[in-house]
């Protein structure tokens, strides 16, 4: 049998030839001496030659072996940790119309088995009991999109890291395995910041005493106020509730009041 440097795929010897004879015919039995490997080399081109050994004349026959792939692949995500944003106070339906019906994120796991049941990976969420994913997102099977199922509420939780497992379609081949071959990775999803909390003052009510001859621009009292929103920038302003003029100021970044005009106590 030719080794196939030339005519074939043999060159590294993965089949010998053996003869054998029954009822008085000589025959070639072909064997695979090591193991083969789908994905390394899916088929190979033997040459066997015969040749009668008085005139020496030589006949030549080419065999073609296909290997017949095994689910012996596990699928494999493409990276290990995939990230996506959701803005909060948004409903399923209006993120679907938003982003055009894209999802918030896409896994990804590839299998380099042959095309068929051993190599078509299907997508699940995992769910530990903790983060209670599968009731706050949904993932596409077969595309690996994740989409949202709730309305995410940023003061509450900023972010929600679960598990998603890739599997192929048939049981494994691989020694000790049962059911398909899987693979698992994480998912994190964060939830965007919208200003949608109003800011309040840390004291219902403020008091403060003042000089009447306290000086122009002198600070009188600091008020305070806190926003739950992550990148809220509070500014100040100060207005009488009554209307008229107010001889007072108050600086917008930091909340402190200060004397704007002189003050008369007589006329206060």
């Known amino acids: 049998m030719a080794n196939g440097a030339s005519r074939g795929t043999n060159h590294e010897m993965h089949f010998r030839e053996f003869l054998e004879k029954t009822d008085g015919r000589d025959w070639v039995v072909i064997r695979n001496m090591i193991g083969l490997d789908y994905e390394q080399q899916q088929n190979y081109t033997l ?5 009668d050994m008085r005139s020496l004349i030589t006949s030549d026959k080419q065999f073609h072996v ?13 990276v290990d940790l995939y990230t996506g944003t959701i803005e909060e106070e948004q409903t399923p339906t209006e993120f679907l119309i938003k982003y055009n019906g894209n999802p918030i994120t896409v896994v990804k796991a590839e299998d380099a088995d042959s095309p068929g049941p051993q190599s ?11 983060t209670g994913a599968t009731k706050l997102f949904r ?26 497992e890739a599997r192929d379609s048939i049981p494994s081949s691989l020694p000790g395995t049962s059911g398909p071959n899987r693979d698992i990775v994480k998912v994190q999803i964060f939830v965007a910041d919208i200003n949608d909390n109003a800011p309040n003052f840390e004291q219902i009510r403020y008091e403060a005493r003042v000089a009447e001859n306290a000086e122009i621009n002198e600070d009188v009292i600091t008020v305070k106020a ?6 809220s920038n509070l500014k100040y302003d100060l207005y009488a509730v009554h209307g008229g003029r107010i001889p007072f100021g108050v600086r917008t970044d930091s909340g402190a009041l200060f004397v704007k005009e002189p003050l008369d106590y007589e006329k206060v």
């Open 47 to 51: 040459t066997i030659t015969a040749m």
């Open 66 to 78: 296909v290997v017949r792939d095994k689910n012996d692949v596990v699928p494999r995500f493409t």
């Open 120 to 130: 078509e990976v299907r997508y699940r969420i995992i769910d530990d009991g903790d």
């Open 139 to 164: 993932i596409d099977e077969l595309t690996g999109g994740i989409f949202p199922l709730e309305i995410f509420d940023r003061e509450r939780n900023d972010s929600f890291i679960f598990d998603v």
């Open 226 to 231: 806190y926003d739950l929103d992550r990148l």
